[in-house]
């Protein structure tokens, strides 16, 4: 069936192929977007597209539109973007899911949020499994993106408690591919760039720590199952690639894949309260959603690889200011 679906955040790396999948399907997509960490080029291409719109707006303040879905993404996802304005990214989760929140329960929509691994913290338990409560520093320098993603997995239980909100929460775990923004400061666009540029590799610290990565298109269809599963199906649900590696490995992949002479060295400071391992216990999603992820991560590198050899850097800026 065909639906009208609001995608907040919808012009950023996971909203643009979200938006481009939903409108390839036929539905009726808006996507909401203020272009804090992205620009309207990731959605050029669907502007000519008669089921497509674009909108301007920052989810801090209220809007209105009659859909029967709303996948919300706005929020800044990278640590450089997230602590370059740390309470706004607190007000864009919290103030964001209240005002989706809000519109899912006078137009009774369904409302799918993207929640983070990052909810976990600097996990004691590994793998992660939804279970786990996670062990976050309420007031280091990643609190505001992962106490305002908890603050918004709350309200969204809250929502369907006191009002019957359809709900469904998604816990993603680091998740890499073509559209990411090259000045992001994450670790795939950096080392990227780096190794495209003949550049030192910015590992930080001895690069022992681990991620697992999930390749975009995978997430996509997890995202998008999630929405479509059992009303009662709720979440939360993580939805990640279980393959850890650790981030040395990853720089000396990246280098080698794009054949590059960048210099992988340690000795670089740690950020502070940097998750030394991460990996998601998927069972969940195997089993409600048949979900698992197919793109390995070589495979998903060499197709990232090739997208950053296309784009001109100077496409794009660092976030603007924004209060
Ligand atoms: P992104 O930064 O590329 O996209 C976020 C989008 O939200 C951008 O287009 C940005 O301009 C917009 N935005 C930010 N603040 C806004 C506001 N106040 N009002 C309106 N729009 C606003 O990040 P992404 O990787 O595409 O992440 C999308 C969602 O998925 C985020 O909520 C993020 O927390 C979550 N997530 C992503 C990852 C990942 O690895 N990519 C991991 C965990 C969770
Ligand atoms: N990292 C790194 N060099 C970089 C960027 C990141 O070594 O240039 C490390 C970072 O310290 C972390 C991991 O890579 O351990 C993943 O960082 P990212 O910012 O991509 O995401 P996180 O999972 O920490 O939110």
Known sequence: ?????????????????LCQRLVRQGHDV??????????KGNVD?????????????????PFRFE????????????PGHYQYNPIKTM??????????????????ARILHTSTS?????PEVHPQPESYRGNVNPIGPRACYDEGKRAAETL?????????????????FNTYGPLMHPYDGRVVSNFIRQALAGEDITLFGDGSQTRSF????????????????????????????????????LARKVVEICGSRSKVSTGRPMPADDPAKRRPDIALARKELGWEPRVPLDQGLRKTIEWFRTIRLSDYRPPTPNY
């Open 45 to 61: 291409h669907l502007l000519d597209c008669h089921n497509f719109e674009l909108v301007r707006h920052d989810v801090v303040d």
């Open 118 to 122: 990052e909810v976990y913290g600097d």
């Open 156 to 172: 969204m239980f809250d929502y369907h408690r006191q009002h019957g909100v359809q709900i469904k929460v998604v816990r993603i």
């Open 30 to 39: 808006i996507c909401l977007d203020n272009f804090f960490t992205s620009q």
């Open 214 to 249: 999930c390749f975009v298109d995978d997430m996509i269809d997890g995202l998008i199952a999630l929405m479509e599963s059992r009303a009662d199906l709720t979440g939360p649900v993580n939805v990640g690639n279980p393959t850890e590696t650790t981030v040395i490995d």
């Open 91 to 108: 007000k864009t989760s919290v103030m964001g899911a209240i005002n989706a929140l809000g519109l899912a329960k006078r137009v009774r």
């Open 67 to 78: 859909v029967d879905e709303i996948y919300n993404l706005a929020c800044p996802a990278a």
């Open 1 to 17: 069936m065909l639906k009208r679906i609001l995608v907040t955040g919808g012009a950023g790396f996971l909203g643009s192929h």
